[in-house]
């Protein structure tokens, strides 16, 4: 399948996921268990990363409700290639975060002179169209001495993985990758592993966290 093609289909097909996901949820409890998740999530964390209100934050690939939620005394930035139509669901409102930019942009497109202390990239980067220029947008991104956490699900197996990347078999998800090869694009975009847990484990992928710095030269 094109590759521009299958970013678009997986585009719609998140929308809809959302839209299907949350249709029956209450607001208030969906948005008290999801700051819950992301609260416990970067509690595994807090030994690499120093937060002060000062610490400049960016979100990429936020969806309607990301970890910028947790972050209420810090300058955050949440982009996300669907962010206004993610208005359209009852869950998601730009007014609930004041203390929030949100840019609508894909990350292949993201480019600005603010650099940021700590990004954020949870279950996106195997979503993106061209995964290289996103990678390397959030690397340049970055400040020195920063850090950035990554999640994804990780092939364990090639043999399914070069499956699922001749064929649709995940739709949601354009790029299948294994650990190696996550941790390689981010460290060819400047950065150095410092951490990798394993969130979730499952048959054909693990999800998986990483935590890079962006040395200083």
Not at 8 to 27: C, G, I, V
Not at 30 to 58: A, C, G, M, R
Not at 188 to 193: A, D
Request: aromatic letters at 16%; charged letters at 25%.
């Amino acid at each position: 399948m094109n590759k521009s093609i299958r970013w678009k289909t997986a585009q719609f097909f998140e929308y809809f996921w959302w839209k299907n996901y949350l249709h029956k949820k209450d607001t208030q409890n969906y948005l008290i268990k999801k700051k819950e998740y992301w609260t416990n999530l970067f509690s595994k964390i807090e030994d690499y990363v120093t937060l002060s209100p000062k610490t400049k934050i960016l979100d990429a690939g936020c969806g309607p409700s990301g970890i910028y939620m947790i972050f209420t005394e810090q300058q955050v930035t949440a982009v996300d290639p669907i962010l206004n139509r993610y208005q359209e669901l009852k869950v998601f409102s730009k007014d609930f975060y004041p203390n929030v930019e949100f840019i609508e942009s894909p990350l292949e497109l993201y480019i600005q002179k603010k650099k940021f202390d700590l990004i954020f990239c949870m279950n996106v980067i195997n979503h993106v169209s061209q995964i290289k220029i996103a990678v390397q947008n959030l690397c340049a991104s970055l400040n020195y001495g920063g850090k950035m956490i990554v999640t994804v699900d990780a092939h364990n197996y090639n043999f399914l993985k070069e499956i699922f990347q001749k064929i649709p078999g995940d739709i949601l998800h354009p790029h299948q990758l294994n650990k190696e090869e996550y941790i390689n694009l981010f460290e060819n975009g400047g950065l150095s592993l410092l951490s990798s847990i394993e969130l979730k484990q499952e048959f054909i992928f693990n999800h998986l966290l990483f935590v890079f710095e962006k040395k200083s030269n």
